[in-house]
C-alpha cells in the first residue's frame, strides 16, 4: 500500500513538472510574440519617418523647381572642393592695359556694339585688375542653380607694357563667376562691374548683355 502511494506521488510530481513547463513554455513564445510585434510596429514607425522625409525632400525640390532663381542657389554635395583655391590672382603684376573681349551671340540688337574693348588708360587697367583681388573664392562652383544665362562672357586680357600678364573670363550673366584659366572661380562683386562699366562704357544691361539693351 505504501508503495503504491509512493508511485501515485511520483506520477503527481511529473505531472506538475510537465505543466509548469508548458505554463513556461507559453509565457516564453508570448514573450517572443510581444517582441516581434514591438519590432514590427519600430520598423512600421520608421518606414513612415522615412516616406515623409522623403516626400518633404520632394516637396522642397519641387517648390525650387518651379520658383524663378534670382540669386545662386547651393547644392548639397558629398563632396566638397576644396575651401583653398587651387591658384590666386598674382598680387605682384602691375598691368598698364587690358583687351576686353565679349564673347556670345547678343540678341535684339539695335546698334552694334563693339566686340573688343582695348583699354589703354592705366588706371582703368590698374583698377579693374586690383578688383579681381578682392573677389571671394568659390570653393565648388559645379554645385549651384544660377539664375538665367544669356551666354555673354568676356575674356579680359592684361598686359605690362604690351607684355602678356594674366586672363581670366568673367561671365556676365548666370552665378556671374570670374574664373582662371585652370578653372578657379571667385564671385563677382560690385566694384568689379563697375570697374567694367568704367572701363568700356557700357551700362549695367548692355554689360550683363540683356535682350535689347544696345
Excluded at 516637396?59 to 590666386?88: C, D, F, G, M, W
Aim: net charge negative; proline share 6%.
Amino acid at each position: 500500500m505504501r508503495k503504491r502511494s509512493l508511485e501515485i506521488t511520483a506520477v503527481t510530481a511529473i505531472v506538475s513538472v510537465i505543466i509548469l513547463g508548458a505554463w513556461v513554455l507559453i509565457g516564453k513564445q508570448e514573450d517572443v510574440g510581444v517582441d516581434r510585434a514591438s519590432a514590427g510596429q519600430a520598423k512600421q514607425t520608421m518606414q513612415v519617418k522615412q516616406t515623409n522625409q522623403t516626400m518633404q525632400t520632394e516637396k522642397q525640390a519641387e517648390a525650387v523647381a518651379r520658383k524663378p532663381i534670382t540669386e545662386p542657389l547651393k547644392v548639397l554635395q558629398h563632396n566638397e572642393s576644396p575651401s583653398v583655391p587651387a591658384s590666386t590672382v598674382p598680387a605682384d603684376l602691375h598691368p598698364t592695359s587690358v583687351t576686353i573681349t565679349r564673347g556670345g551671340k547678343l540678341q535684339d540688337v539695335k546698334a552694334k556694339p563693339p566686340q573688343t574693348y582695348a583699354v589703354s588708360e592705366a588706371s582703368l587697367a590698374a583698377r579693374l585688375y586690383k578688383t579681381l583681388l578682392t573677389l571671394d573664392f568659390v570653393p565648388n562652383p559645379d554645385g549651384y542653380f544660377c539664375p538665367a544665362d544669356v551666354g555673354i562672357s568676356y575674356d579680359l586680357q592684361f598686359a605690362d607694357d604690351h607684355q602678356h600678364a594674366f586672363h581670366v573670363t568673367a561671365n556676365a550673366s548666370g552665378c556671374r563667376f570670374v574664373r582662371l584659366d585652370d578653372g578657379t572661380a571667385f564671385w563677382e562683386s560690385d566694384s568689379f562691374q563697375q570697374a567694367m562699366m568704367d572701363a568700356t562704357g557700357m551700362n549695367k544691361d548692355q554689360l550683363w548683355g540683356l535682350p535689347g539693351s544696345f
